[in-house]
């Protein structure tokens, strides 16, 4: 969709849209620090709806076809920073960020943006240093959108690492009993993916000829098959940690449930999309050929993982981390798409990030709220919702049936993207419906068991006051559009994918 | 390649150069290039003096700031016949000492800053490092090196610390030993070659190797010379075998005196080391190579593993300073242009990071008046906002998180490391350093998650803090342009590293 209005607002920002983008947030989180309190709120909010619409406008105006033989590989608004120069040996080597945006990108900045305005807003009930907090959310802004723009690899692994710090504090400082620690093991547990990754970066560099941190250089030079074989490995230990993917998912529960809700809203949202999106980035739009040889092992990986998950969702007792495993659950979608690597599978694996953003985001937030409400999180003790607390029930119940994919709602479009892509290519990953199969039980025995059950009179719920129900509805509208409208997100991730698929220009 | 600061310099030379002429008719030209040394320990003599009647710390500032205005204006020379000589790699080190030297100068208004003999003895370290880094003949390091070492022992031993004169004699006896230890290298290596000026002995020594290290007892002579050397110089650094000093010292040592010891004569060390490798042993690269790497391990993995198990912050970030040279060692086993530039750019990281990091511990530890522990830190977010902030950047620095410079000191290194095919050694780095958060993300824990026992505000003295926000301003500034500093320090790799 090229709307020449966005592109009259686009060339009114200084800068250039991208980095306007990045810095705004960046400014908004020093004065947020140094007002505190309820304006630090009122900016956080006005700083991240603005970003939501700048992000809108961004993907009004781009123009997401990529001519073929495009220098630029179909990156649009490019800009770079050069911090520093190495020169040796004859050479010169910039340390630099370096953004730009294609289809895939602009999906993401978008839904970062929409979450991260989701997550402020269910921030209500945070009243702990208030300065710090919102300072915080808007750095780990800046570091989300970051990765999603950037082009270099020095860049992206900037921006990769940034996030892990401001969502340490949150978690650790608002988070539950026994948040430090949880605190701890994500940023450890993360950190050690991207020192393996960030091993295979330098790798990389010293391979390409001239040597060059340049991703769409690096991209069209055409590198060593066991070079870029070495790569996808490293890839798989730095943004499977993050997606996460089965033996790499332990830190996943610990995060999520000892997160404070807009912390769990914005990891789960966001932060495990940043391992899809190091997949598809780094992974099959950097080095296809390595992802193809490791097709099988990553799809086996992914079934195994979709129905471990479901499983172990379906023994949780605290809603909170039933919820985090079935993230786990849908994150392994993504990466069967990325490990079948067809345009139909890439398609819904962006899809399904995007969907199970949003929709993740809305059933952590009913999570959240259900402390409030009944006093406890824990399955057993919360009864009779629907009678006591019809409101806030009734987004529940709408979320669940979002998660495990009704159709007409946006997860629906997203697995039977990824299974026609799938089924084509290797017949098994059907087994990958025995997850569905699962999610859809035990999110019914979820709904049986706290919903639709006899209210118990000793343990009364209250019902969720219309201020902090506004959050996951207005979540729910993008579930809906999504659900009945496909082409609005395919239409910018379509010719992106097929430009993967099609190879090397 | 674009030096920033090259304008500034010459605007300064500029506005000064009548001046510059005529003192200079005074100056012997055989002296310019140690001027600045030389007029360190004439402002040391004053403050001696001064301080038997009034406050000599004043005299001492505009001790450095005077040598600093000399070394912008003066040319970079050699002097007394070159032993001495200022070059770019030299006045690279000289610029950390003397950035560290003025932050510990002002760190040094919290304790003993009022009293003569302080000021005396830090001077003359001062400008004994400075001759360190100039050094480029043997017998010429060796007298630096003492002049540079000497009141440190004493200034260590001069703490308020209980515990301090235990810290000081573990420091002496074994810089004694280290010193020992250095003659006899002096000597293996006089004897062998008959040479003490490190430019001439590389030629001596490349027609050594040029026979095979395998086949000739000069060889072997000179290769236990260069594990004295290792062990010796490595001692200030806190290297492997020689780090065992630098905890108790540095957590019992007054806290000015630490950040001295960890941003300065480590560096001073540093270069020794340096200088002695790359240039009169250069030749015999793939000798020493295997060495420094597992020196350079062992010393990560020392500083890594014991600092988790400390309770105290000082000993801690002892430990991490160990850990930080490990690291550093990385870019000298590269023994590349790159690597060495790696290692520089580290070193004036390091000096910024750990300054600020051990005068602002020392601040809270005299407000206190006892050793920091963890315990002690807890919720320091909320007595005291800006102190708890400045240590949770200088801690992500130390870990090597970005919006630091600490962040491109490590990617440098590792990359040096990959660049020559050690990808090994760069993972064994990044391990060590995923192993590091450890505990630094426990200060952050104590600092930002933890309730305090005691919850009113902690009011801290201004001037340390003031240093502590230069240090932290600087980490942060040059994560933005590392370029700022990075140009010089491959400019000062490039003239001593021939390809």
Request: glycine share 8%.
């Given at each position: 969709m090229q709307i020449l209005f966005a592109q009259q607002i686009i060339d009114m920002l200084p800068l250039g849209i991208l980095p306007f983008m990045l810095i705004l947030p960046l400014i908004a989180s020093v004065i947020a620090y140094a007002v505190r309190g309820r304006a630090a709120r009122i900016l956080t909010l006005t700083v991240t709806v603005t970003e939501?619409?700048?992000?809108?406008?961004?993907?009004?105006?781009?123009?997401?076809?990529?001519?073929?033989?495009?220098?630029?590989?179909?990156?649009?608004?490019?800009?770079?920073?050069?911090?520093?120069?190495?020169?040796?040996?004859?050479?010169?080597?910039?340390?630099q960020i370096a953004l730009g945006v294609d289809g895939i990108s602009v999906a993401m900045i978008v839904l970062s943006n929409f979450v991260v305005m989701i997550a402020t807003i269910s921030s209500n009930h945070i009243h702990k240093s208030e300065g710090l907090y919102y300072a915080l959310m808007l750095l780990l802004q800046v570091g989300l959108i970051g990765v999603f723009m950037s082009l270099d690899l020095i860049g992206f692994f900037i921006f990769w690492e940034l996030v892990l710090i401001p969502m340490f504090f949150i978690i650790g400082r608002w988070g539950e009993e026994g948040c430090q620690h949880a605190a701890i093991k994500f940023f450890i547990y993360t950190h050690l993916g991207s020192a393996v990754m960030l091993v295979a970066f330098f790798v990389l560099y010293f391979v390409a000829v001239p040597h060059t941190f340049d991703m769409i250089a690096l991209r069209s030079m055409g590198l060593p098959p066991m070079v870029q074989l070495g790569f996808a490995?490293?890839?798989?230990?730095?943004?499977?940690?993050?997606?996460?993917?089965?033996?790499?998912?332990?830190?996943?529960?610990?995060?999520?449930?000892?997160a404070p809700t807009p912390g769990s809203v914005i990891l789960a949202g966001i932060l495990l999309k940043m391992g899809g999106y190091g997949f598809i980035r780094l992974g099959v739009w950097m080095v296809p050929d390595a992802f193809a040889r490791l097709s099988i092992p990553l799809a086996v990986l992914a079934v195994f993982t979709c129905i471990y998950a479901a499983f172990t969702a379906m023994a949780q007792t605290d809603l909170k981390s039933m919820v985090a495993y079935t993230s786990i659950n849908h994150m392994a979608w993504v990466l069967l798409g990325v490990a079948i690597g067809t345009a139909t599978a890439l398609q819904g694996a962006v899809y399904m990030m995007v969907s199970h953003g949003v929709i993740i985001s809305v059933m952590f937030i009913v999570a959240g709220q259900l402390k409030y409400s009944a006093g406890s999180r824990e399955i057993p003790q919360v009864k009779g919702l629907?009678?006591?607390?019809?409101?806030?029930?009734?987004?529940?119940?709408?979320?669940?049936?979002?998660t495990f994919g009704l159709p007409g709602l946006?997860?629906?479009?997203?697995?039977?993207?990824?299974?026609?892509?799938?089924?084509k290519v290797y017949v098994w990953t059907a087994l990958i419906t025995l997850g569905v199969f699962l999610t859809v039980g035990y999110?019914?025995?979820?709904?049986?068991?706290?919903?639709?059950?006899?209210?118990?009179?000793?343990?009364?719920?209250t019902e969720a006051p219309w201020s902090d129900l506004i959050a996951p509805l207005i979540t729910l509208i993008p579930v809906v559009i999504l659900g009945v409208w496909p082409d609005l997100l395919l239409g910018l991730v379509s010719p992106v994918v097929s430009f993967i698929v099609g190879g090397v220009p | 390649m674009f030096q920033l600061f090259t304008p500034i310099v010459d605007l300064i030379r500029a506005i000064l150069s009548p001046i510059t002429q005529q003192l200079l008719q005074f100056i012997p030209s055989d002296w310019l290039g140690s001027m600045p040394a030389l007029t360190l320990v004439g402002f040391a003599v004053i403050a001696l003096v001064v301080g038997i009647r009034w406050n000599p710390l004043p005299v001492s500032f505009i001790g450095v700031l005077v040598v600093t205005i000399e070394m912008i204006v003066l040319d970079p020379v050699s002097s007394f016949g070159g032993l001495f000589v200022r070059d770019a790699f030299s006045d690279f080190f000289i610029y950390i000492i003397l950035i560290v030297g003025f932050l510990v100068l002002m760190s040094s208004t919290l304790h003993s800053g009022d009293q003569g003999p302080y000021n005396f003895l830090l001077l003359m370290s001062f400008a004994g490092a400075i001759l360190v880094v100039t050094a480029t003949d043997l017998i010429a390091l060796f007298l630096a090196w003492e002049l540079m070492s000497t009141p440190t022992y004493v200034l260590t031993a001069l703490s308020p610390n209980r515990g301090a004169v235990d810290g000081a004699t573990k420091y002496f006896v074994m810089g004694l030993m280290a010193t020992t230890l250095m003659i006899f290298g002096i000597a293996l290596v006089y004897g062998v070659t008959g040479q003490t000026s490190l430019s001439v002995l590389s030629s001596t020594v490349a027609t050594i190797w040029s026979s095979g290290p395998g086949l000739s007892p000069a060889a072997y002579t000179l290769m236990l010379a260069m594990i004295l050397f290792v062990i010796s110089f490595g001692f200030k650094v806190g290297i492997f075998p020689g780090w065992m000093w630098v905890p108790d010292t540095y957590s019992t040592a007054d806290g000015s005196v630490t950040s001295y010891l960890a941003g300065a004569t480590k560096k001073a060390g540093v270069s020794a080391l340096v200088r002695i490798l790359m240039v009169a042993f250069i030749v015999a690269r793939l000798s020493w190579a295997p060495l420094i790497v597992g020196v350079s391990i062992l010393t990560m993995v020392i500083g890594n593993v014991l600092a988790l198990a400390q309770r105290k912050i000082m000993r801690m970030l002892a430990y991490s300073s160990i850990a930080m040279m490990g690291y550093l060692m990385i870019g000298l086993a590269a023994g590349t242009e790159l690597g060495v530039a790696a290692a520089f750019f580290q070193a004036f990281v390091h000096a910024l990071m750990k300054t600020g990091a051990f005068i602002l511990v020392w601040t809270i530890s005299v407000r206190l008046a006892r050793d920091v522990t963890y315990d002690d830190l807890a919720g320091l977010s909320q007595r005291a906002p800006l102190a708890s902030a400045m240590f949770a950047v200088l801690m992500l620095a130390l870990a090597g998180m970005p919006l630091t410079a600490g962040f491109w000191s490590k990617l440098i290194l590792f990359q040096s490391a990959v660049e020559v095919g050690m990808w090994w050694l760069?993972?064994?780095?990044?391990?060590?350093?995923?192993?590091?958060?450890?505990?630094?993300?426990?200060?952050?824990?104590?600092?930002?998650?933890?309730?305090?026992?005691?919850?009113?505000?902690?009011?801290?003295?201004?001037?340390?803090?003031?240093?502590?926000?230069l240090c932290v301003v600087g980490v942060i500034a040059f994560f933005v342009f590392p370029g700022a500093i990075l140009d010089y320090a491959i400019g000062a790799a490039a003239g001593i590293v021939v390809p």
């Open positions: 939501l619409l700048l992000s809108f406008v961004l993907a009004m105006a781009i123009n997401p076809a990529i001519i073929s033989g495009d220098p630029n590989a179909g990156m649009k608004y490019l800009w770079n920073f050069v911090m520093g120069q190495i020169v040796s040996g004859g050479g010169s080597t910039e340390l490995l490293a890839v798989f230990m730095g943004a499977g940690v993050k997606l996460p993917v089965w033996p790499l998912h332990n830190w996943l529960p610990w995060a999520h449930v000892k629907m009678v006591q607390a019809p409101r806030l029930a009734s987004v529940f119940i709408f979320a669940s049936f979002a946006s997860g629906f479009i997203a697995e039977a993207l990824i299974l026609f892509g799938s089924v999110i019914l025995w979820t709904l049986n068991r706290i919903v639709f059950s006899d209210a118990n009179p000793e343990k009364p719920v | 760069a993972l064994i780095g990044l391990l060590n350093s995923v192993f590091s958060l450890g505990y630094y993300l426990r200060v952050l824990k104590y600092c930002y998650m933890i309730e305090p026992k005691d919850g009113s505000p902690l009011k801290l003295a201004s001037v340390p803090v003031m240093a502590v926000v």
